[in-house]
């Protein structure tokens, strides 16, 4: 089992940046996926950064690439999302998530609870 928290939401302006950090306890997370998820009123869940290390790659969704920048520590069992230039619709609950690394793709076993990011203009 694995527990995963949240921290470092907030209010930022247009432009601003964030940096969110999820801590995993519990089991070890080396081998498993781990990444970031968001959703906003009225949308689905969508990945926002993801870290595969069975494949060795990084997903970012194409409205976070070159702003979001995605990083763990094995050591620390945490991971860290550093959002830089907020925009508007950066706006949403942030879930941290972890996951069997399969060769192509990740499934998703653990959540967190979220944190909110809200950005104002």
């Known amino acids: 089992q694995v527990q995963l928290v949240e921290s470092g939401g907030g209010s930022v302006q247009a432009g601003g940046s964030l940096r969110l950090s999820c801590a995993a306890s519990?089991?070890?997370?080396?081998?498993?996926?781990m990444g970031w998820f968001r959703q906003a009123p009225g949308k689905e869940r969508e990945r926002v950064a993801i870290?595969?290390?069975?494949?060795?790659?990084?997903y970012y969704a194409d409205s976070v690439k070159g702003r979001f920048t995605n990083s763990r520590d094995n050591a620390e069992n945490t991971v860290t999302l550093q959002m830089n230039n907020l925009r508007l619709e950066d706006t949403a609950m942030y879930f941290c998530?972890?996951?069997?690394?399969?060769?192509?793709?990740?499934?998703?076993?653990?959540w967190g609870q979220g944190t909110q990011v809200t950005v104002s203009s």
């Open positions: 519990g089991d070890t997370v080396s081998g498993l996926c």
């Open positions: 998530g972890a996951g069997a690394a399969l060769p192509l793709s990740c499934d998703w076993n653990y």
């Open positions: 870290i595969n290390p069975r494949t060795g790659s990084t």
